[in-house]
């Protein structure tokens, strides 16, 4: 009996083995994009090894209304879901090269968003204690999500930058502090705002992915600024390798003064007012920025007005579920494109997406005190389902 099975054992095999080669040719070519993704990726080391080689999206609609292709990169993709996983990721390894952290050490930073998130992330997985200081203006889902991630959490009052108590410098002194107590391990206030550690990580990674993606053919540039990381180290690496023919703009909420700055050649006026998106838009000009904003090509000043359009147009539209500043972007994008003309391609960042913000950007109640409730076009309003 044993033996009259065997034959028929061996066709199952065979079967299996041909449709299993069969299935895996069909899955090659039907995700052939997929696939060599997956191979040059392979298997990282660590979450820190996820960080970056973000995809970039085409969308669709802002592309076909230009004549242009606008293009989006995706760091919404990356672990700690924003862009700043990229800055708080080289911030730690120039703290790690200088020999200022040792194992078991402390990463102290002053941030209200995303670069505490990415600290927190990134300290877990190298084994870092993690403290934040942060304006008590935030709200407690924010705190609660970096302890949840393992951060010592200090709300302070919200200060000028000028003034002693403000949280960036509060941040350094308890960093100097454990330093003085534990030299052993050591403790960096890592500074994301001066720190051209954070704009490094754009001309390495940023820069060279976007060059790649595109195969050189990209046009444009533009994001928007806070610490200036992004936009300075991006415009760095596209500039130096395209011989300067790729052009960058700067793109500025209102309550900035960087739009004005670039615009008038250098002229710093007084900041005033302030607009919803958050992590954007400065006061004066970083360490990150400044030896890049003379690269520029020009500014763009986006109203709160058009970046709520976007966002409801992105998520219509595109499917995507984006924070105001990567909306603010896609506006800027859609600006320059059509400053350009047709057949250009323009690449902006969609830095985050929207959960982290949605109690409010899709909030009846808080659109209209903010005045913004009529800037959406009717058709779009289906998408206001909280009170």
């Known amino acids: 009996m044993a033996s009259a099975l ?3 054992v061996r066709r199952f ?3 299996a083995v041909r449709a299993a080669s069969a299935a895996s040719t069909e899955a090659s070519t039907t995700n052939a994009y997929g696939i060599r993704v997956s191979q040059a990726q392979g298997v990282v080391d660590q979450l820190t090894g996820a960080i970056g080689n973000t995809p970039l999206i085409r969308l669709r609609h802002l592309s076909e209304q230009t004549g242009c292709n606008i293009l989006g990169k995706a760091e919404f993709q990356n672990p700690g879901g924003s862009v700043k996983d990229r800055a708080a990721l080289y911030v730690v390894k120039d703290a790690e090269e200088r020999g200022l952290l040792k194992p078991g050490g402390t990463v102290v930073e002053g941030t209200a968003g995303n670069t505490g998130i990415g600290l927190a992330h990134v300290c877990r997985a190298r084994g870092y204690r993690l403290v934040i ?3 008590n203006t935030q ?6 999500l970096l302890r949840l991630l393992g951060a010592e959490v200090y709300p302070v009052p919200a200060v000028a930058w000028e003034n002693p108590e403000n949280y960036n410098w509060q941040a350094k002194r308890h ?4 330093q003085g107590e534990d030299p052993e391990r050591g403790a960096v206030w890592t500074n994301q705002f001066d720190n051209v550690a954070n704009r ?6 940023t820069g060279p992915e976007i060059w790649a993606q595109t195969e050189g053919g990209v046009d444009a540039f533009t994001c928007a600024t806070g610490t200036g990381g992004t936009l300075a180290g991006t415009t760095r690496y596209l500039k130096d390798v395209s011989g300067g023919k790729v052009k960058s703009f700067l793109a500025d909420p209102p309550g900035s003064v960087l739009y004005s700055y670039v615009s008038s ?4 006026k007084e900041r005033q007012g302030g607009s919803i998106t958050e992590g954007i ?3 004066r000009v970083t360490e990150n920025l400044k030896t890049e904003v003379d690269e520029l090509d020009g500014a763009l000043t986006i109203s709160d007005e058009k970046t709520i359009e976007m966002v409801y147009r992105c998520l219509d539209e595109e499917g995507l579920y984006l924070g105001a500043s990567s909306a603010l972007n896609v506006v800027a994008a859609k600006e320059v494109a059509e400053k350009l003309g047709p057949n250009h391609t323009v690449v902006t960042v969609l830095c985050d997406g929207a959960y982290r913000y949605a109690d409010r950007l899709f909030s009846g109640k808080w659109l209209e005190s903010k005045k913004l409730k009529d800037a959406i076009p009717e058709r779009l309003r289906r998408y206001i389902v909280l009170p």
Do not use: F
Not at 175 to 178: D, G, I, K, L, T
Not at 200 to 205: D, F, L, S
């Open 6 to 8: 065997r034959p028929s």
């Open 13 to 15: 095999a065979t079967t």
């Open 133 to 135: 200081y942060m304006p």
């Open 139 to 144: 709200s407690q889902g924010k705190i609660d």
């Open 175 to 178: 960093a100097e502090r454990v």
């Open 200 to 205: 490094r990580a754009h001309v390495e990674t």
């Open 265 to 268: 050649g250098g002229q710093l």
């Open 281 to 283: 838009g400065q006061g």
